[in-house]
């Protein structure tokens, strides 16, 4: 089994970001990562995002660098790859289980419980319902942080993590850790 990381060339947040891969595990995926240090909501349902600051890391943890064709070609052959039209509904799927073990009656468009992962961005204002929100919590007692593009947005977020915190509160946490987005449809 081998870790694979290509080289970084994809901008966001002001940065270029690769990504990380194993060959033979998800379970060894995330040890690697989080060996080199590498947030746990870096994680995107087949791969790791990595900013090129954490090149050292990663090579001290003994991970493998190819080409981005080469790494595609290796997640494909390893059977863990989601395909980018299948994305949605694995997003779907994983939103619908964390409602339930919440015990969530109502499942919003893209839900993690937990640090490892990260929900959808939040639509730029003119392509978003009213109503829209993008939040996350990393510890149960911090401070959420809420994106919305306006009031009902922002009161939709509060609302629901007050449901989500006393649903995690009835099953014994703290309260409420996670990423919710909600896109208002």
Do not use: C
């Not at 890391?57 to 595609?72: H, R």
């Not at 109502?106 to 730029?124: E, T, Y």
């Not at 319902?129 to 919590?137: H, L, Q, T």
């Not at 509160?169 to 996670?178: I, K, L, N, P, T």
Request: hydrophobic share 40%; proline share 7%; aromatic share 6%.
């Amino acid at each position: 089994m081998t870790v694979y990381a290509d080289t970084p060339r994809w901008p966001n947040h002001g940065m270029l970001w690769g990504h990380l891969i194993s060959d033979a595990s998800l379970e060894e995926l995330h040890e690697v990562a989080a060996w080199a240090g590498l947030p746990p909501r870096s994680f995107d349902l087949d791969h790791y995002d990595w900013p090129t600051s954490a090149e050292g890391a990663l090579k001290k943890a003994g991970v493998t660098f190819v080409s981005d064709g080469e790494l595609t070609r290796i997640l494909i052959a390893s059977g863990l790859r989601i395909k980018l039209r299948d994305r949605p509904g694995a997003r779907a799927r994983r939103s619908a289980e964390h409602a339930a073990a919440l015990g969530l009656k109502q499942v919003p468009r893209d839900l993690i419980v937990g640090r490892l992962g990260h929900v959808d961005p939040l639509p730029p204002a003119e392509e978003a319902a009213p109503g829209a929100f993008r939040m996350a919590r990393e510890e149960p007692s911090a401070a959420p942080r809420i994106e919305a593009h306006d009031d009902q947005g922002l009161r939709g977020a509060l609302e629901l993590l007050e449901l989500l915190d006393r649903l995690a509160q009835e099953r014994g946490e703290r309260g409420f850790v996670g990423q919710v987005l909600e896109d208002g449809r």
